[in-house]
C-alpha cells in the first residue's frame, strides 16, 4: 500500500531529474570542438561563447518550453474528451496558425510587432481567429458540450486545411516552399526574444491548469459526478478551452505545428504515474518538455551539417506509436 501510494511521487522525480539533466546536457551536444569550460569560464572564445549563450541555450529554453505546453495540452484535451487519442491540434488551432502564417508568406508582409516576426504575429492571430471560431459556433449550438465543442474543431480544421493547400497552390515556387517548410515545424531559434513570446503563454497557462487539476480528475469521472461534486462543467470547460488554445497558439506561433509530442508525453506518463491530474500534470509538463529537447538534438546532429526540421523527427516517432496505442489492451483503460 505504501509503495503504491508513493509510487507516482516517486516517478515524478524521475521526470523531475530527467528534465533537469535534459536542459543542462542538450546545449553542449553536437558540439565537440567545445568544452563546458570554454563558455563557463574566464577563457571562453568570444565566437565559441556567442553560439553557447545566443543559439544552443535559447533554442533548448524554447524546446522544452514548447514541448511542455504541448504536453500539458494534450493531457488537458485527453482528459476533456475521454480520449487517450486527443491532441493539442484537436479542436483547430493549429491549422488557424498555419493558415495565418501561409496569407502572411503569401501576402509577403513582413511586419512585426515586439519580439514576434511578420509570420509569427500572422500565426497567432490565427490561432486566436481559429479560436473564436470554434468558441462561437460552439456557443451558437447552445451550451458548452463536449460533443459539440469536437465537431466545431474538426469543421474549422477540415475548412482551414482546405484554405492552406489553396494559398499553396496559387502561391510561386519559392513562397510555397517557405509555408511547406514552415508547416513541417522547427526550431531555428537565435536569441532570446521567442523564449520571451512562448514563456508568458506557457507559464501562465500552466498555473491556470495547475490549479484546475482537481476538477480536472472529476470531469473524468463524467459530466454527471462533476456537478454533483460541485465543478461548474460549463464554465470550467470553457476556461480549459480559452487557455489551452492560448497555449498551443504561442507555441505554433513560434515553432510551427509539431505534432504527436501533445499525445505521447502524457499518455507515457499516465501509463507509468497513474490517471491523477494532480501528478500527471507537472510530470507531462517535465517529460513533454524534455522530449522535445531530445527530439531537437537529435534533428539537428543526425544529419549535420544539414538539419531535419523536428516536426518530422516527432512525426516519425509518432505514427507508430499512434498504431501501438490503437492495438494496446491498455487504450482506452488509461484515462480514468
Not at 61 to 69: E, Q, T, W
Request: overall charge positive; charged content about 10%.
Amino acid at each position: 500500500m505504501i509503495a503504491s501510494a508513493n509510487r507516482p511521487l516517486a516517478g515524478l522525480l524521475l521526470f523531475l531529474l530527467f528534465a533537469a539533466a535534459v536542459l543542462v546536457l542538450a546545449p553542449f551536444i553536437g558540439m565537440e570542438w567545445i568544452a563546458p569550460g570554454d563558455v563557463l569560464g574566464a577563457g571562453a572564445k568570444p565566437v565559441e561563447a556567442k553560439i553557447f549563450w545566443h543559439i544552443r541555450v535559447p533554442r533548448v529554453l524554447v524546446a522544452f518550453l514548447a514541448g511542455g505546453g504541448l504536453a500539458l495540452c494534450g493531457m488537458t484535451f485527453q482528459a476533456l474528451f475521454r480520449n487517450a487519442l486527443a491532441t493539442p491540434f484537436t479542436l483547430g488551432v493549429s491549422a488557424g496558425a498555419s493558415l495565418g502564417a501561409a496569407l502572411c508568406v503569401w501576402i509577403g508582409l513582413g511586419v512585426g510587432w515586439l519580439a514576434m516576426s511578420g509570420v509569427t504575429l500572422a500565426a497567432f492571430l490565427g490561432a486566436v481567429g481559429s479560436m473564436a471560431l470554434v468558441y462561437g459556433l460552439t456557443r451558437i449550438k447552445g451550451g458548452f458540450s463536449t460533443a459539440t465543442l469536437l465537431l466545431a474543431g474538426v469543421a474549422v480544421n477540415f475548412t482551414f486545411g482546405s484554405l492552406i493547400l489553396f494559398v499553396q497552390y496559387i502561391s510561386n515556387l519559392h513562397d510555397a516552399f517557405r509555408i511547406l517548410r514552415w508547416m513541417m515545424g522547427g526550431l531555428e531559434v537565435s536569441g532570446y526574444g521567442d523564449v520571451l513570446v512562448v514563456a508568458p503563454f506557457v507559464v501562465l497557462g500552466t498555473g491556470v491548469l495547475l490549479y484546475l487539476v482537481h476538477d480536472l480528475n472529476l470531469l473524468t469521472t463524467g459530466e454527471d459526478l462533476a456537478r454533483s461534486r460541485g465543478v461548474p462543467v460549463g464554465r470550467t470547460r470553457g476556461v480549459l478551452f480559452v487557455v489551452t488554445s492560448l497555449i498551443v497558439g504561442g507555441v505554433v506561433a513560434v515553432c510551427g505545428p509539431i505534432g504527436f509530442v501533445g499525445m505521447m508525453a502524457p499518455h507515457i506518463c499516465r501509463l507509468l504515474i497513474g490517471a491523477d491530474h494532480r501528478v500527471l500534470a507537472p510530470a507531462s509538463l517535465l517529460f513533454g518538455g524534455g522530449f522535445l529537447v531530445l527530439c531537437d538534438c537529435v534533428a539537428r546532429t543526425v544529419m549535420a551539417p544539414a538539419e531535419m526540421p523536428v516536426g518530422i523527427l516527432t512525426a516519425m516517432l509518432g505514427g507508430p506509436f499512434f498504431v501501438w496505442l490503437l492495438v494496446s489492451r491498455s487504450y482506452g483503460r488509461t484515462i480514468v
